[in-house]
């Protein structure tokens, strides 16, 4: 199970990676989200990061089960309507996030590969269920959401 207070750590250390993110927060759901997506601003918050907390599912048999964390990055810019509602404006805020998406998973992967057999959050990361989707008015936000899977022994 992946304990919330790595998850921050975690968190914390992707914003300190990536210079567009001047923003991050673990949040329970969608609904902490949006909450807390409308106390930001255009002006202030750029690029926003944020995780929700993992949902744990169990699989296998009695004798040899498995965690299964669910659980999702979002990366989100606080939008401005009335300066994207020409096209190629709205296409570069999905640029501009998608390459900060892409950052994460590549961060992501390079943690992934580097703590193969030792601690380490992503150690558990199963990098096949890594999902990129886009995330278009969420609170007045807009950018990719990645989802993906961990697996940790109990």
Known sequence: ??????????????????????????????????????QRSTAVDKIML???IPELRVV??????????????????KTDYSVTSDHAKWLDLFTRTQAVAKEVRDIMVADYEAHQGNCGLMSFL??????IEPVK????????????????DF
């Open 1 to 38: 199970m992946i304990l919330i207070p790595e998850l921050e750590t975690y968190i914390e250390s992707l914003r300190n990676r990536i210079d567009a993110i001047n923003f991050h927060r673990v949040l329970v759901d969608n609904d902490d989200i949006s909450k807390d997506l409308s």
């Open 126 to 131: 199963e990098i096949s269920s890594i999902s």
């Open 137 to 152: 008015y969420f609170s007045s936000c807009n950018g990719w959401m990645i989802l993906f899977q961990m697996k940790s």
């Open 60 to 77: 296998g048999r009695d004798d040899m089960h498995q965690d299964r964390d669910m659980m999702g990055f979002m990366v989100l810019e």
């Open 50 to 52: 944020y995780a929700g």
